[in-house]
């Protein structure tokens, strides 16, 4: 990871987590989602799910966007993930 901030989404204007990739990372996650399209997965921290999206179509853009509920609650996360504090992990959701 390469770096964790907060920033609205455009569409939904939810506080949203945007987490940057390195250029190794963001390959290994491009080629995940390729090969899981359609599947549920998992995005963890510190082991507790706190997204479970459908893999649409592939994402090759190194940024991986996690939408909070709460602003503060969003930052808490970016702040967690920028200073290591807390690990981001992703898996296949168990079916």
């Known amino acids: 990871m390469v770096s964790a901030s907060v920033e609205r989404d455009l569409r939904t204007n ?3 987590v945007f987490v940057h990739l390195t250029d190794s990372s963001s ?3 491009a080629q995940f989602t390729v090969a899981n399209i ?3 997965f998992d995005f963890r ?6 997204f ?3 893999i649409r179509e ?6 991986i966007l996690i939408p ?3 602003q503060e609650d969003a930052e808490d996360l ?3 993930l920028a200073d290591g504090k807390a690990t981001l992990e992703v898996a296949l959701a168990p079916n």
């Open 14 to 16: 939810a506080p949203t």
């Open 27 to 29: 390959r290994r996650f």
């Open 38 to 40: 359609e599947e549920f």
């Open 45 to 50: 921290v510190n082991s507790r799910t706190v």
């Open 52 to 54: 479970k999206p459908t």
């Open 58 to 63: 592939p994402i090759t853009g190194g940024t």
């Open 68 to 70: 909070m509920q709460r």
């Open 78 to 80: 970016a702040a967690r």
